[in-house]
């Protein structure tokens, strides 16, 4: 597999960009509008065909730039089920999975920061989106968030993956990439084995934290894949 995990500076937002080896065939994971010249030109370096463009939920803190990837390459727009995101190509509800060359990628329905949230696995590796960062996971506090809901999602989901799943998430914000199931169980310092649904709200319900800056343009150009421009493909 080809496999490469780039970075937004300004909003701390990790992008992945996955393809098969022999067919070429790639997906991108969260975009960033911002970026799009970036990816297409490493897509273009790799000599990738790129068939969809996937979000893990509808951003607040960035404009996704699945909708100028999907014009520049044909990409298929993919949203989890109930964004209602009307050019979308591809909606994915829980357990649905997506082809791309010889490798298969599953939505796994994670909501608690939004009511949305999808992770995705692809071999061992899972993309967690805003539900489980790297010691720590997504806020709860607007977009339908609710912190109940987080709790059963990473509890009866993503930590029942294997140990050794390598966990992906949508940003940091510490200088960390790359993490496992077994180490988040261990070491999260909100949300572990033995950390109880009324210890992990209590814990979201006194964060306080502001909103992203972005939210008020974001979030409906999300809904609109990005405000689309006319670029040739």
């Known amino acids: 597999m080809i496999f490469r995990q780039l970075f937004d500076t300004e909003t701390s937002t990790y992008t992945y960009l996955l393809?098969?080896?022999?067919?070429k065939e790639a997906i991108i994971i969260d975009s960033v509008k911002e970026n799009v010249e970036r990816d297409l030109q490493l897509i273009q370096e790799l000599g990738?065909?790129?068939?969809?463009?996937?979000?893990t939920h509808i951003h607040a803190d960035h404009?996704?730039?699945?909708?100028?990837?999907?014009?520049?390459?044909g990409a298929k727009r993919v949203v989890p089920k109930n964004s209602q995101v009307e050019c979308a190509d591809v909606v994915l509800a829980d357990g649905d999975e997506l082809k791309f060359g010889d490798y298969n990628i599953k939505a796994i329905h994670t909501p608690g920061h939004t009511d949305t949230c999808t992770s995705?696995?692809?071999?061992n590796?899972?993309?967690?989106?805003?539900?489980?960062?790297?010691?720590g996971n997504g806020r709860t506090d607007f977009q339908n968030g609710s912190a109940e809901a987080l709790y059963e999602s990473i509890t009866k989901k993503l930590f029942t993956l294997p140990d050794d799943t390598f966990v992906y998430p949508g940003h940091d914000y510490k200088g960390m990439n790359l993490s496992t199931i077994?180490?988040?169980?261990?070491f999260n310092p909100r949300i572990k084995i033995g950390t109880t649904k009324d210890e992990f709200i209590n814990t979201m319900n006194t964060l306080k934290l502001v909103n992203p800056k972005k939210i008020q343009e974001a979030v409906p150009a999300n809904l609109k894949c990005g405000k689309e421009t006319n670029h040739a493909v």
Not at 19 to 23: L, Q, V
Not at 125 to 135: C, E, H, K, S, Y
Not at 182 to 186: M, P
């Open 48 to 55: 990738l065909k790129l068939i969809y463009t996937i979000e």
């Open 120 to 123: 995705y696995l692809v071999d």
């Open 63 to 73: 404009i996704t730039g699945a909708g100028d990837l999907s014009l520049r390459t």
């Open 182 to 186: 077994k180490e988040e169980k261990q």
């Open 125 to 135: 590796m899972v993309f967690t989106g805003d539900a489980l960062f790297i010691r």
């Open 19 to 23: 393809a098969d080896n022999k067919s």
